[in-house]
Nanobody, 118 residues
Framework: QVQLVESGGGLVQPGGSLRLSCAAS????????MNWYLQAPGKERELVAVISSTGSSTNYADSVKGRFTISRDNAKNTVYLQMNRLKPEDTAVYYC???????????WGQGTQVTVSS
């Protein structure tokens, strides 16, 4: 069955760094664009970063540009989100998402909590 398993979340001080990982299985990972979303308490889920199926193209929300980097390793079926210079407002549950528009398919992970606090 399809699985997206996030890891790497935790508590970090402002200005610190975390790297999230999302391990995929049960589908052809290299054929899917991969996305990271966040959902802060009481707010809607929002798109943070996107990477194309080959990794050749990325895009970011304005709020994280220059601080976050999305990458993928298709040999390991894993997508990453390197988060630097973290701010308290980055506190949220971060979700991994796989998307293939041509098949109208999308899959979600269970989320990992990131808390930025001193």
């Amino acid at each position: 069955q399809v699985q997206l398993v996030e890891s790497g979340g935790g508590l970090v001080q402002p200005g610190g760094s975390l790297r999230l990982s999302c391990a995929a299985s049960g589908f052809t990972f290299s054929s899917y664009a991969m996305n990271w979303y966040l959902q802060a308490p009481g707010k809607e889920r929002e798109l943070v970063a996107v990477i194309s199926s080959t990794g050749s193209s990325t895009n970011y929300a304005d709020s994280v540009k220059g601080r976050f980097t999305i990458s993928r390793d298709n040999a390991k079926n894993t997508v990453y989100l390197q988060m630097n210079r973290l701010k308290p407002e980055d506190t949220a549950v971060y979700y991994c998402n796989a998307y293939r528009g041509s098949l109208h398919r999308t899959y979600w992970g269970q989320g990992t909590q990131v808390t930025v606090s001193s």
